[in-house]
């Protein structure tokens, strides 16, 4: 089984429109969870971090629910500029390891 | 600013060369890791290094080799042992032991292709 898994997609949505993607992980142990956003060609970058309670940052809110070993990505009034690939990453519990999810892509259609 | 920068951006290798990818922080980050991207695919870690003079092999260390001499870098050679080697390579280094709350600083890659 792999540490963490998504839905690849690919997800394509008008602009306007709210996406949601969920990524779960097997390690219930893990502690820390991030979202990251990756443009073609180029390296990942944070996003936001994921935190027990929810979280929001503008129109993007994430959430994890510990119980089903899952997190969550909302992206509300979408724009051209959100396409991309977001990238789900939980540690391990030994250290700073981290394991990424192979990502879903998302193009926003005009 | 602080960062992480890798070199070359595009490096071209010959079958049974050996390359050597840098990778260099000024983030005082404690460790480092090098990551490979295939078309498609998630990334998988090669290695890692949590401190200097010391790393771990990741999950497809076979055909690469680390050094950790200084904190701020940490180069990947890239073998001839290496048989499928043309992809992205990215190097991340992170700020915290134990814990890691802050997730990674990714550097901007070096994509490897075999001519």
Not at chain 2, 72 to 96: D, G, M
């Amino acid at each position: 089984r792999k540490e963490v898994e998504q839905d690849p997609g690919p997800f394509n949505v008008p602009e306007g429109a709210t996406v949601a993607f969920n990524c779960t992980y097997s390690n219930s142990a893990s502690q820390s969870f991030f979202w990251y956003r990756q443009d073609c060609r180029k390296e990942p970058k944070l996003l936001m971090s994921v935190y027990s309670s929810g979280n929001e940052d503008g129109r993007f809110t994430a959430q994890l629910n510990r119980a089903s070993q899952y997190i969550s990505l909302l992206i509300r009034d979408s724009k051209l500029s959100d396409s991309a690939t977001y990238l789900c990453v939980v540690n391990a519990n030994t250290g700073n390891q981290f394991y990424f999810g192979t990502g879903t892509s998302l193009t926003v259609i005009p | 600013d602080g960062g992480i920068t890798q070199s070359p951006k595009y490096l071209f290798r010959k079958e049974g060369q050996n390359v050597t990818l840098s990778c260099e922080q000024n983030l005082n980050h404690d460790a480092m890791y090098w990551y490979r991207q295939d078309p498609g695919q998630g990334l998988r870690l090669i290695y890692y290094s949590q401190i200097v003079n010391d790393f771990q092999k990741g999950d497809i260390a076979e055909g690469y080799s680390v050094s950790r001499e200084k904190k701020e870098s940490f180069p990947l050679t890239v073998t001839s042992a290496q048989k499928n080697p043309t992809a992205f390579y990215l190097c991340a280094s992170s700020i915290a032991r134990g814990t890691a709350r802050y997730g990674y600083t990714f550097g901007s890659g070096t994509r490897l292709t075999v001519v």
